[in-house]
Nanobody
Framework: DVQLQASGGGLVQSGGSLRLSCAASGVTFDDYAVGWFRQAPGKEREGVSC????????YYLDSVKGRFAISHDNAKTRVYLEMNNLKPEDTAVYYCAAGLGSCTVLREGLYSDAMDYWGQGTQVTVSS
């Protein structure tokens, strides 16, 4: 049974940094795409970033490019989302998710229905 555990959220001032972690149990991420999604109050969920386990290819939402970085640990049992220069508009509950294969990106953005497993959310709050 695959389980994902997201952690690392918190309260930070604008311009600050946080590192989110998504830990897997029951699987390694070699054959999986792992994505980070976020949902702010009153807004739709959006895909923030994704990494494909087989080749390390990545995807970033335009608004986080240059500020966020996604990576695996060497064992591919954890995926990290390093978030720098955080802005108040980054405030949301962040979720990690995993699905077999590669990150699926449509015109609308990262395709959440391609994800088979979801972790619980971790709150990120950026104060101005």
């Amino acid at each position: 049974d695959v389980q994902l555990q997201a952690s690392g959220g918190g309260l930070v001032q604008s311009g600050g940094s946080l590192r989110l972690s998504c830990a897997a149990s029951g699987v390694t991420f070699d054959d999986y795409a792992v994505g980070w999604f976020r949902q702010a109050p009153g807004k739709e969920r959006e895909g923030v970033s994704c990494i494909t386990g087989s080749d390390g290819s990545t995807y970033y939402l335009d608004s986080v490019k240059g500020r966020f970085a996604i990576s695996h640990d060497n064992a591919k049992t954890r995926v990290y989302l390093e978030m720098n220069n955080l802005k108040p508009e980054d405030t949301a509950v962040y979720y990690c998710a995993a699905g077999l294969g590669s990150c699926t990106v449509l015109r609308e953005g990262l395709y959440s229905d391609a994800m088979d497993y979801w972790g619980q959310g971790t709150q990120v709050t950026v104060s101005s």
